[in-house]
Each structure stands twice: as structure tokens, then as C-alpha cells.
């Protein structure tokens, strides 16, 4: 069995092996470890025991997956009922939650699981497409199929329009009767379907500019903002002064620069000291006043360019 350490190393080493690119980790944050291929963005957390996980940690992964347009997964290898199996996705606060061999052979072999755990047994959703052929085909009513399936019209109905998904045993009966594969694969390296993010106001004048802000507390940065009006815009990763001292900044400015090169995000300090000029490190500042003269975002973005530049 893997320790924590060891899991994430193996995640690390499988992804750089099949051409992504990653940032380094960080095991006490919302995300241990961010990847990239092409327009694929992979948010990960790992843990030995999924239970781990609390509500406040999921909350920020799933908002912050939001905004890079990322796929957030939880790579673990038990629950408090026993080893997690290979091929079964599992959920912790509705973030597909796998194990390390599931996810190798999603990102190896693209051989995506079909099976999802949850109260009361294994699942799968129906191909309702593969259904509705088969009964065209024999002209057979819903009735008579969902009375060769055991189960009521009205959920064979559901099936053909993939209202619910069907437990495993059924999902066996149907393949025997139309001698075909029913269930779907679920792609989880696909974008999930975007949500609302909670954004707020509390980082100097951002929002007045256009941007929501999403302020993080379990993140290697204070906040992230991106413009409400588009996704083309990349987000603004941003630390802030808060009576930290140059040197401490300088230590952050290392997180802030790797991350914002995997998830293509501008990083940017906004801060008051006076003493500090126009870049920590490559990353450029913008100083609080400075930031409540723009009229605009791209008044800001031009700022930001001039600094990365010099």
C-alpha cells in the first residue's frame, strides 16, 4: 500500500510521463498537485483514507477548478468501509474520487471506469441511444423490454433518456438481451460542468474592475480573479501584502510563479509598501492606489505586461 508520499509521487512521475506538465506539490492546500496537457487541467488531491477529506477543502477544489476550467479528482486508495476497487468511481462532496490504477489507465490507456459507487450498491448510467436503436429495430415497446428487464415501464423510460442510472445487475440483464454493450464510460478528464463560483469583493478594487474574486484560505495564494464577462481572459493569481515582509513574499512568489505557468494564469502581487518596486522576483506588483486609478482591466493587464517585461 502506498503512503501519502509515495502516492503522490507516482501520480507526479505517471503524468511527466505522459507529457504533462505539473506543478510542484502542495500537501497542505485545497489541491496537492496541478497538471497540464494541452487544454486539459487536472486539479488533484490524494489521500489513503478518502474520508479525509472535509466539506471546506472540497468546496475550495471544486471553485477553483471552476475558474482554471479544470478537472478536479481525488486520487485515494481506502474509505472507512474497506480498499476503494479499480475501475469504480467514487464521490467525496461531489468530486469523483479513484484509485491510483483507475486513473492510470484513464491517462494511459484511456480506458475510462463506467461504475459509480454510491448508497446502496454500484451504478452505471445507460446508453438510452443503444435502447431506443434496439426497439426500433425489433419494434419492441418499452413495456415489453422493461418486462424482460424486471423493471417497470416507466423506469425503462428513464434508462432510454438517461434520466437515472441503473444498478450493475441490470445493466448485465440489458447487455444479455440486446447482446450489446449498454453502459457509458465517464470521462473524468473531461471539463465537469461549470458551476456558480461564490466570488467576493474583498480583495482591494478587482471587482471594480470586472473580475470576480475568489478568496482562498487552503491555496499558495491569497486569492484568484477572473473577468465575469469571459473565459478567454486568463485569471489573476494574486498574493497581497498583509503586513508580510519582503522576504516573506519573496518565499511566495515561488508557488505563485509555478502555478500560474500550469494553469496559464497571470501572477501578480498587489500590495501598499512603498518600498517595494515594480516586481517580486518576475513577478510584477501592482500597488494598492494604482490599482483604484484603472478604469478598466485592460489599463491593469497592460501594467502587468510592462512589469513581467522589465
Partial sequence: MFTRGNLLQQIEQLLKSQGYKTSDTYEQGSFDIVARKNLLILLLKTFINIDS??????????QLANIFLASPIIIGEKSRN??????VIYERYDIPTITFETFKNMIVYNEYPEILADRGGYFVKIDGNVIKQYREEYSMSLKDLANLAHVSRATMYKYENGIVRANTETAMILEEILNTKVTLDIDLLKQPQKDDVEYTNDVNDLSKLGYGVLSTNKSPFDAVAKMK????QSPLLTNVEKNRSEKTLKRMAIPLKDLSMVTTSEPVFIINNEKIKESIGTIPVIKSWE???FENSKELLKMI???KEN
Fill in 305 to 307: 505586461r510592462e512589469r
Fill in 53 to 62: 477529506i472535509n466539506e471546506h477543502n472540497a468546496h475550495e477544489m471544486k
Fill in 291 to 293: 490599482l483604484k486609478e
Fill in 82 to 87: 474497506g480498499l476503494l476497487e479499480e475501475g
Fill in 229 to 232: 464577462s469571459s473565459d478567454k
